[in-house]
């Protein structure tokens, strides 16, 4: 069993930034990708970043230059730096790591709005 924990989602005004993090925890043999996907009202789930072990990372389109994923791999930690913030980013945030099988955190919202 893997135990992902996220923080630092909240209220943001346009422009603005915000700061995710997940720690996961648990039986974590080897973690392959962390990464992280959003899913806002009434709309599908999507991917934002994903950060493979040893790999190229990828960024949805919509958020290219303005989003920055990073890892702590000492503390099993995942990050998401946001800047520049728009109202279609509002969404619940998901965290999620492949090791032997995907697991998710449970999700944080994030609302840009004035």
């Known amino acids: 069993q893997v135990q992902l924990v996220e923080s630092g989602g909240g209220l943001v005004q346009p422009g603005g930034s915000l700061r995710l993090s997940c720690a996961a925890s648990?039986?974590?043999?080897?973690?392959?990708?962390m990464g992280w996907y959003r899913q806002a009202p009434g709309k599908q789930r999507e991917l934002v970043a994903d950060?493979?072990?040893?790999?190229?990372?990828t960024y949805a389109d919509s958020v290219k230059g303005r989003f920055t994923i990073s890892r702590d791999n000492a503390k099993n930690t995942v990050y998401l730096q946001m800047n520049s913030l728009k109202p279609e980013d509002t969404a619940v945030y998901y965290c999620?790591?492949?090791?032997?099988?995907?697991?998710w955190g449970q999700g944080t919202q994030v609302t840009v709005s004035s």
């Open positions: 950060m493979p072990t040893g790999g190229r990372t």
């Open positions: 999620y790591t492949n090791t032997l099988f995907t697991s």
């Open positions: 648990g039986s974590i043999s080897r973690i392959y990708a």
